[in-house]
């Protein structure tokens, strides 16, 4: 298609963005092994010695290890939970004829783009009320409430072209609807689940909004909150802000080396992220 | 039976989206003590809104979202649509294709917390940072790097570590519009004579209206959110002296008091700043959508 001398810009283009993407990686991965007298010294080469002590700095003293854990229990109950009761709901809004199908999915639709931050003041009230400030159920719960919308359009989208001689054959064995979707509907539609799995889960691990509202107790804040502070709090001491940085992008690097092929489809075929 | 099973995710997602939002709209045409509401008072709010010292930071926290928008559209979809073709072009020249891990590196940052990016991009361009110390050491730059400390420069700083955190996005998106583009288009144009770049120009882009459409809906939506960086790179006051302030962060501070000296909460003045901003944002939405569902070239 073009000479090789001809894709040479093109290659340069492409070289110069991964290395404005990988260097301040780099430098973030490097940094988290010096101590600060050394990031000043030692830009960009490699630390003298490859020591924890930022990393264990971090995990105990600014005890960046109970956010971790904090973080961890609610992405994990939110994406259960909005899996759960996603696949619930999609399940009879996709596949009965109820009449009411499109008015319900159309009101869960709608919440797909709306800017819930607005109506921080008065959902602060209702979780005063209900007693869920300081409260990692009470984000929980938040958190799923914000990403049912899409996990129900997803779920929807993906078990309405299932066969119905699926579920009907079951029902005829006289399995309960119930047992249909866990066993039968929802297994056929994992790539649905790993989708609203990812997203939540990404979606989740990163917010800082409702956190910064809702939790005042250091006990139970979230990694993004706690590192919120740490960037002011530390100032002084870069190597346990660097080192706190690549503890909290831990997870998600990890995940991510792991399913960049379902993200990369996932966004691009609709942008299913935010 | 069919009842039973939609309301859990009803049930939730009515009490802590839907009523709060319908709550939030409808308490902004109220007067507030605190977190109480109290009489009806009609449009005054948004009349309040629009008197010194509020108008100062309206206008100035719209314009800056405003800003902010147009350099990230212009970045993505120059630079971004840029990525997208030259990785195109690798696919379809066979062999060496590579694209995949080209898009997976360039969309990384977007799975990162904004609060990482932020966090991580204020060290590097902090006084005595590391940028500081390329940009003396290639001669570029002379003393002390304050370009987060001026407010002339500060919000480009903001929208340009935006932009770097975002840039896998567009990169996405345009690939996978140019992909649904049949081939036999491009052969047709070559055989016509038209070099790369004619193509992208005038063959690729009306097809990509789709495309250009869903990432300008997207990225309309994220700027007029914008918190998390503007929160951890300068503060919830939009430092310095409020020329990084965004229309969420000014919301944040009437609401959660950390607006003005004292730090007072205005509970009406925030909701009926956060009813014109959900106006905006529906409104804009709407329209962006209509408007490149015109433009959508049938084939």
Known sequence: ?274 | MAVLFVLPALAIYGLFVLYPLAMSLWGSFFTWKGLRMLDFAGLSNFARLFVFPSSARLTGALWHNVIWFFGIMVFQNCVGLLFAWLLFLRDQGKGNGGAAFFQSLFFFPAVLSPVIVGALWRLLLAPGGVVEWALNGLGLHEGSLTVLGNSQTALLMLVAVDAWNWMGLPVLIYTAGLRQISGQIFEAAKLDGAGSGRMLVSVALPLLMPAIGTLTTLSFINTFNQFDIVYVMQGVQGNPSYSTDTLVTYFYRLAFGAEGAVGITDIGLALALGTMLFLVLSIGTLLMLRFFDRRTVQL
């Open chain 1, 1 to 274: 298609m073009q000479t090789r001398l001809a894709r040479l810009p093109g290659w340069t283009v492409l070289a110069l963005w991964s290395a404005a993407v990988l260097l301040p990686l780099y430098i973030l991965v490097v940094s988290c092994f010096k101590t600060t007298a050394e990031i000043y010294e030692n830009r960009l080469g490699l630390p003298q010695s490859w020591s924890l002590d930022n990393f264990t700095n971090a995990w105990t003293r600014a005890d960046l290890g109970q956010n971790f854990i904090n973080s961890l229990i609610v992405t994990g109950g939110a994406v259960v939970l909005t899996i759960v009761v996603s696949a619930l709901a999609a399940y009879p809004l996709s596949r009965y004829k109820l009449g009411w199908n499109g008015i319900m999915l159309g009101l869960f639709l709608s919440g797909i783009m709306l800017p819930i931050r607005l109506a921080s003041v008065e959902l602060f009230t209702l979780m005063r009320n209900l007693d869920l400030l300081d409260s990692l159920t009470g984000l929980i719960l938040v958190y799923s409430a914000i990403r049912i919308p899409f996990a129900v359009f997803i779920f929807a989208n993906f078990m309405r072209v299932l066969p119905s001689e699926l579920d009907e054959a079951a029902r005829m064995d006289g399995a309960g609807e119930t047992r249909i979707l866990f066993q039968i509907i929802l297994p056929m539609v994992k790539p649905a689940v790993s989708i609203v799995a990812i997203f939540t889960a990404i979606a989740v691990w990163n917010d800082f909004f409702f956190p910064l509202i809702f939790i005042f107790d250091d006990r139970y804040k979230t990694v993004p909150l706690a590192i919120s502070v740490f960037v002011g709090q530390f100032r002084t001491d870069w190597g346990l802000v660097f080192a706190s940085l690549a503890i909290s992008m831990a997870p998600i690097l990890i995940m991510y080396c792991s399913l960049a092929r379902q993200i990369r489809e996932g966004v691009g075929a609709g942008g299913g992220m935010k």
